[in-house]
């Protein structure tokens, strides 16, 4: 059997950058690597359920948790019942990925979150608002797949249950959620929102234009000044909750001043560097510092004995 110390699911729309970090840092640390590309993902997962390649640690960055017949997500699925350390596991990231299953764990465990309703896909035709549920969602307010990603299927125009059928026709679900739109304040003529990521206990912080979807490195001096430390304890206790180790969240800073959880678990992290693509990437630094965390992670996981 070939045994490989790290290997790495490929998403399609990753540039060379984060991939050529985590090969070098494997490197560094006498770690033999392997990039399950789309070309040969067949062959490797029979191979693997061969028995013959098996992996100590796997860094999921292209699985899609809705469709079980994903050759991906199979591969994740027959890693993890072999032993292989997973990151992040498809039990615990399932769970946390899916909104409407996370959502009431949430509400439970004293996050600020916006105003939501949680509708089953059976429910949607008959599916109706009181007058205070219209009056705590606002108009408009959005609609969200509970699986969704990439913005598939979000309706940010919604003004009432019929727009659920758009959000059905772009990404069928098993729920949707409706929320209040929460509107971030503004910060020196910049919104109030964040995209922050959480690596084996190590944080980054970015400026996230929820208009422009454009990135900004968050500054140490800027936390101080505009005293944005609640990013980092919102972000640490998701993460006592859930469990996961690698995930980023999106969180609104409104007029009052409160932090609001918008976006809660996003695993497979988005690793496009701004030096590909300025208009949506991920600063580089940011990128490069996540890679060398997520080797460092997966060798401590190395360490760990087998359950």
Same mark, same amino acid.
Request: aromatic share 10%; charged share 25%.
């Given at each position: 059997m070939r045994t490989y110390d790290l290997i790495m699911?490929?998403?399609?729309?990753?540039?060379?950058?984060?991939? +050529? #970090?985590?090969? *070098?840092h494997c490197a560094e640390r006498g770690l033999n690597f392997f990039l399950v590309e789309p070309e040969w993902v067949d062959l490797f997962e029979a191979k693997f359920r061969q028995k013959k390649v098996w992996s100590r640690v796997l860094l999921n960055m292209h699985s899609e948790h809705h469709q079980s017949d994903d050759i991906? +997500? #199979?591969?994740? *699925?027959?890693?993890?019942?072999?032993?292989?350390?997973?990151i992040d596991p498809p039990d615990l990231a399932l769970a946390a990925f899916d909104k409407a299953r996370l959502h009431p764990r949430l509400l439970s465990a004293g996050f600020e979150l916006p105003y939501t309703l949680v509708v089953p896909r059976e429910k949607v035709a008959e599916f109706t608002l009181s007058e205070l549920q219209i009056a705590n969602l606002g108009s408009p307010f959005v609609i969200k797949p509970g699986l969704g990603y990439g913005k598939r299927g979000v309706i940010l125009d919604a003004v009432g249950p019929?727009?659920?059928g758009r959000s059905m026709l772009e990404w069928p679900d098993p729920h949707y959620l409706v929320q209040r739109?929460?509107?971030?304040?503004?910060?020196?003529?910049?919104?109030?929102?964040?995209r922050v990521f959480y690596v084996f206990g190590s944080v980054w912080y970015c400026w996230w234009n929820c208009y422009t979807d454009q990135y900004r490195s968050l500054a140490t001096t800027e936390m101080e000044t505009y005293e944005l430390g609640p990013l980092r304890e919102i972000i640490c206790r998701l993460a006592a909750?859930?469990?996961m180790n690698f995930f980023s969240s999106?969180?609104?800073?409104?007029?009052?001043?409160?932090?609001?959880?918008?976006?809660?678990?996003?695993?497979?992290?988005?690793?496009?560097?701004?030096?590909?693509n300025p208009a949506i990437g991920v600063p580089d630094e940011i990128v490069a510092a996540i890679a060398r965390r997520l080797v460092d992670g997966a060798q401590q996981l190395m360490r760990q004995p087998a359950q």
């Open positions: 699911t490929h998403k399609l729309d990753a540039d060379d950058f984060f991939i +050529h #970090r985590i090969q *070098q991906y +997500h #199979r591969l994740i *699925q027959l890693a993890f019942e072999s032993k292989t350390k997973v019929g727009d659920l739109r929460i509107a971030p304040r503004q910060i020196e003529g910049s919104p109030a929102y964040f909750l859930t469990r999106e969180i609104a800073q409104t007029d009052s001043g409160e932090f609001v959880l918008i976006d809660y678990v996003n695993d497979q992290c988005h690793m496009l560097t701004q030096s590909a």
